[in-house]
C-alpha cells in the first residue's frame, strides 16, 4: 500500500460503514468488534475531494497508535488492535490487502455521540471569520479588537453539532448531553498541547469525538488538528501548518465566490498536503513512518 494513494480497499468482510476518510466492516463472529480502515481520500468543508493524498490513512493510523502507547495511554478508547495484532481478530479464511494492518484498526463497536468536541487555544480558523464579522455562534463573549492567533487564557470549548454543516451548540447542552464526553476529550487536548510544545509544536485547536467517556474514531493528528511550529506562531500572522488546513486554504481559494464542488488537486499542491502530514508525524514521533511501521505495527 505504500507510495499508493488508496482511495477504496477490497476487503472481504461485511460493509458496516464509510464515512469521509474511514470504512468501516463487520467482524463475523466478534460481537461488537469492527475492522475500521483509514484510506488516504481527503475531505475539507464536508466535502470529498478528488485527489487522494498518498499515505495520509497510514500516518492517521500510526498516530492513533503512538498515543496510545504513551500520551493518552490512561484515557479510556476504542481501539482493541493495531498493527499485525489486528489479524487476530479477522477470519483466517480470507486473504487481505498487502500492508492492511498500516492503515487499518480493530475497534469496539460504539454509539457515537452525535457531537463535535472542538478546543481552541487561539482564535483562528472558523472561529476567527465568525469573530470577524462580529459573530459570536458560542456565546464566548470575545472582547472586540483582538488579533487573529491571539492566544487564550485557558482553552476555550467550541461544540458542533455533528451533521452536514456542523451547528454550533451551546456549551450547557453539551455538558448536559455529554458531561462524561466532554471531560475525557479536554483531558485529552490538555494532555496533547504541553507534550506537543516540547517538540516544538504548537497545537492550535482541536476536534474530538466520544461515546461517553471512551474516545472514538480519532484524536491529535493532521486531519482534526490544526498545528504549526512554536516558531511561526506569531498574534495578526497566518503560521504556515501541518495539517489539513492547507487544503482548506487551498480549496478556499479555488472555490473563490462559487459553490463548493470536490476538487483536484495538482501534484504539487498534493505533495505540499502531504509534505504537512509527514513532517508533523516526524515531529510528534520523532520517526519517519517506514520507522514507526517497522518498530511498532510489522
Same mark, same amino acid.
Given at each position: ?70 500520551? /493518552? !495511554? ?5 481501539? &482493541? @488492535?493495531?498493527? %499485525? ?5 479477522? $477470519?483466517?479464511?480470507? #486473504? ?78 453539551? /455538558? !448536559? ?5 466532554? &471531560? @475525557?476529550?479536554? %483531558? ?5 498541547? $504541553?507534550?506537543?510544545? #516540547? ?100
Amino acid at each position: 500500500m505504500n507510495n499508493v494513494a488508496l482511495t477504496t480497499a477490497n476487503i472481504p468482510l461485511p460493509h458496516w460503514h464509510s464515512g469521509k476518510v474511514r470504512n468501516t466492516y463487520q467482524i463475523p463472529n466478534r460481537k461488537q468488534l469492527l475492522l475500521m480502515v483509514a484510506s488516504d481520500r481527503l475531505s475539507t468543508h464536508n466535502i470529498v475531494h478528488l485527489s487522494p493524498v498518498p499515505e495520509k490513512g497510514e500516518l492517521l493510523t500510526a498516530l492513533s497508535a503512538f498515543w496510545l502507547m504513551g500520551p /493518552l !495511554g490512561s484515557i479510556s478508547h476504542h481501539i &482493541v @488492535a493495531w498493527g %499485525r495484532r489486528i489479524y487476530k481478530y479477522l $477470519p483466517q479464511e480470507h #486473504e487481505y490487502p498487502l500492508g492492511l494492518h498500516h492503515r487499518a484498526i480493530v475497534i469496539h463497536e460504539r454509539k457515537v455521540t452525535r457531537i463535535e468536541f472542538i478546543f481552541r487555544n487561539y482564535l483562528a480558523g472558523s472561529l476567527w471569520r465568525a469573530y470577524q464579522k462580529s459573530e459570536d455562534p458560542y456565546r464566548l463573549r470575545l472582547r472586540q479588537g483582538l488579533p487573529l492567533m491571539h492566544r487564550f487564557s485557558q482553552p476555550v470549548f467550541t461544540p458542533t453539532e455533528k451533521s452536514e454543516n456542523d451547528e454550533p451548540l451551546p456549551y450547557g447542552d453539551v /455538558l !448536559g448531553r455529554a458531561p462524561a464526553g466532554v &471531560v @475525557a476529550t479536554r %483531558r485529552a487536548f490538555n494532555i496533547g498541547t $504541553p507534550y506537543l510544545a #516540547e517538540r516544538g509544536i504548537t497545537l492550535i485547536d482541536g476536534k474530538f469525538e466520544a461515546s461517553g467517556k471512551t474516545l472514538v474514531d480519532e484524536w491529535l493528528n493532521g486531519d482534526c488538528c490544526r498545528m504549526a511550529w512554536t516558531k511561526d506562531v506569531h498574534e495578526g500572522e497566518e503560521p504556515p501548518w501541518l495539517d489539513k488546513e492547507i487544503a482548506r486554504q487551498i480549496a478556499m481559494q479555488k472555490w473563490g465566490d462559487g459553490p463548493k464542488s470536490p476538487l483536484e488537486f495538482s501534484e504539487y499542491e498534493t505533495n505540499r498536503i502531504a509534505a504537512g502530514y509527514h513532517t508533523a508525524f516526524e515531529a510528534i514521533t520523532n520517526m519517519t513512518l517506514s520507522a514507526f511501521q517497522k518498530e511498532h505495527m510489522d
